[in-house]
């Protein structure tokens, strides 16, 4: 079965003060790791999308990066703006859809 | 239109009512996906459409849950005879072919006292 588990549940940064988050994954032969922002209330927002171990991918104050056993999202000097609940999802190539995700990372940028 | 849009954002219904949950996706997205997300979890796949066609709805958790999507645009997640377990936001979703991206809607939230 695919699965997929993000740590920490939750962290707390001062404002420029850089962190990564983890996402480790289990999935029979992936397709694709995708990294979503999410903010109270609302749906989740794409960010970005790995396809194979080695590849990077950067926006504004995060990367991303992925390995065969998991995938990290790197915060470089966050703003209060960047506070979300950050998750990570993983499509399997066995001919499925759907994405499989984690239970998020709540982050806090207090200023 | 702009964005995946859903309604009603917010739902409230006693326990053993029906319930129906509408996603207009973006125009010309062939694929559509429906999420149920738990407070504090992540989201968690219930069933995908190809056009009007629903290829996989494993992720339904009873037979009470019923997707459509007739004329391939418009879809409506029916539940029947809720219980306080169905309690929880429900996401629609519609992908571009191109990148794979899923773009979401802002969810519907459902309460079932």
């Known amino acids: 079965e695919d699965q997929v588990t993000q740590s920490p549940e939750a962290l707390r940064l001062q404002e420029g003060e850089s962190s990564s988050l983890n996402c480790s994954y289990t999935v029979s032969g992936l397709r694709g790791l995708f990294w979503y922002r999410q903010d109270p209330g609302k749906g989740p927002e794409f960010l970005f999308t790995?396809?194979?171990a080695g590849e990077e991918k950067e926006k504004e104050r995060l990367k991303a990066t992925l390995t065969k056993k998991e995938s990290f999202l790197h915060i470089t000097a966050p703003k209060p703006e960047d506070s979300a609940t950050y998750l990570c999802?993983?499509?399997?190539?066995?001919?499925?859809?759907?994405?499989?995700f984690g239970q998020g990372t709540r982050l806090t940028i207090n200023p | 239109g702009a964005g995946v849009s859903q309604s009603p954002r917010y739902k409230v219904a006693k326990r053993g009512q029906d319930v129906a949950l509408r996603c207009d996706p973006i125009?010309?997205?062939?694929?559509l996906f429906w999420y149920q997300q738990a407070l504090g979890q992540g989201p968690e796949f219930l069933t995908y459409?190809?056009?009007?066609?629903?290829?996989?709805k494993s992720g339904l958790p009873s037979d009470r849950f019923f997707a459509e999507r007739p004329e391939g645009s418009v879809s409506t997640l029916k539940i029947q005879r809720t219980q306080q377990e169905d309690s929880a936001v429900y996401l629609c979703a519609s992908k571009r072919v191109l990148t794979g991206e899923l773009f979401f809607g802002e969810g519907s939230r459902l309460t079932v006292l």
């Open positions: 459409f190809q056009n009007e066609a629903q290829l996989d």
């Open positions: 999802a993983v499509q399997a190539v066995q001919g499925a859809q759907k994405l499989v």
């Open positions: 790995l396809y194979s």
């Open positions: 125009s010309g997205h062939v694929s």
